[in-house]
């Protein structure tokens, strides 16, 4: 397994490019199977290893998957005739979910591993079976799998979807692009991926309105095609390079970024005492004075980000003052402040509630990553700890990172990956 050794207190200086968007490509690469005729071509697609996982699902049911070049993907599923999805490709991601609908929409049976991925609290699936349920699909958990059949065409019918969960309204949208009639999402997620999942839906020929709102409505349609459509960038990315900047006192500019879909971090940040400029398609953040307490509560879009929330207790454990956040997402987010507080970070967790109360600097031991967002948390700390910090199981930080240790380099962190 790889780790990531991190010499700390090096201030980060210059500007890095950020990835396609990670929760855009694995609905998006999904739903492109949809499309029993023509060819589909994606651009500012990342190369994390959920991606690459996906792809290998989609060959294996029959779809050709091609790379045409480091970020654009070629998929054409005339060909896709099986509803068993690979198991041991299946459970590694948490996407493979967008797989059920797909199945279910495309040849009416699916059978696929139950999700793995991150292990940052409950993300049941419940909400994406009832879902199916809806649309006239029989659904059943068997043998560590989801199974679902659908006697004929799915049926567009009105949905409420708890908790605006996200995946589950990307899920709906995928398998009710195809169903017969037309499908009403209320209480939909509002993030930007679910509107470029939309455009992109649409540019297949599907008819998809509200994307954006709560109110989301499919009208079915009885094929699709091929399209072209070029993924947005990826916001959490782009944050977690900002934040980065602010643990270490640099001045960083994030490039490829949409600055509208980052406004409450940003405005978190200015808050903690950095100093943001923007432009379309880029962001710059300086700070140079010690970060101020600020506290925190996850929402969902257009609230602050719970994939943000691990980076910025990264900063709120060097910030003066003390910081309360608030995880109102997921639950059991917070296990990677154990190896926050091992680098001398006071973090006391209560529930669903964090109290981070700045301490004067961080410093190196060794540490773990647990999942994608909490790992990227360990490496912002260890840029600003005293001493070389060891982070451990690199491979849940590449799940939603390409290369990041090349791309802190190139700010200036000492920085360097063994394998």
């Not at 006391?348 to 948390?377: C, F, M, S, Y």
Request: net charge negative; with cysteine; glycine share 10%.
């Amino acid at each position: 397994m790889a780790r990531l050794l991190i010499e700390g207190e090096h201030s980060l200086a210059g500007e890095v490019a950020i990835e396609g968007s990670k929760n855009s490509a694995l609905p998006i690469i999904t739903a492109a199977a949809l499309a029993a005729e023509g060819v589909t071509v994606l651009e500012n697609v990342p190369r994390y290893t959920d991606i690459l996982d996906l792809c290998e699902i989609l060959r294996q049911l029959g779809a050709v998957v091609e790379w045409d070049s480091t970020t654009c993907l070629r998929i054409d599923a005339g060909g896709l005739q099986h509803y068993e999805a690979p198991y041991e490709l299946a459970r590694k991601l948490r996407g493979s979910t967008y797989v059920v609908g797909l199945l279910l929409a495309r040849l009416g049976k699916a059978n696929v591993a139950f999700p793995g991925g991150c292990q940052i609290g409950a993300r049941p699936v419940n909400f994406h079976v009832r879902g199916f349920e809806a649309l006239g699909a029989t659904m059943g958990l068997e043998h560590g799998s989801i199974i679902g059949e659908v006697d004929g065409r799915l049926t567009g019918t009105r949905i409420y979807i708890e908790r605006a969960s996200f995946g589950t309204t990307i899920n709906l949208m995928i398998a009710a692009s195809l169903a017969r009639g037309t499908t009403i999402l209320e209480n939909a997620a509002m993030e930007p991926e679910i509107v470029d999942m939309a455009n992109f839906l649409n540019a297949m020929g599907a008819r998809v309105r509200g994307a954006g709102t709560n109110l989301i409505r499919i009208a079915g349609v009885t094929s699709l095609h091929g399209a072209h459509h070029e993924i947005i960038p990826d916001r959490l990315e782009a944050g977690t390079y900002l934040i980065a900047a602010a643990v270490t006192g640099g001045v960083v500019t994030v490039t490829n970024v949409i600055p509208e879909h980052l406004r409450t971090v940003l405005l978190k940040l200015e808050q903690a005492g950095a100093e943001v400029e923007e432009d379309m398609d880029w962001i710059r953040l300086s700070m140079d004075q010690r970060a101020v307490a600020v506290d925190i509560e996850t929402l969902p879009y257009p609230g602050f980000p719970t994939d943000l929330h691990p980076q910025m207790v990264s900063l709120l454990s060097v910030a003066d003052g003390v910081a309360v956040v608030q995880e109102t997402v997921f639950e059991n987010r917070f296990g990677y402040t154990h190896d926050l507080v091992r680098l001398g970070a006071n973090i006391k967790v209560e529930h669903e509630t964090a109290i981070v109360r700045g301490v004067d600097v961080l410093t190196a031991a060794p540490v773990e990553a647990q999942d994608i967002r909490g790992g990227a948390a360990l490496v912002l700390a260890a840029l600003g700890a005293s001493g070389t910090t060891v982070v451990d199981r690199v491979e849940y930080i590449d799940r939603g990172y390409h290369a990041i240790e090349k791309k802190l380099a190139q700010l200036g962190a000492k920085i360097h990956r063994e394998l």
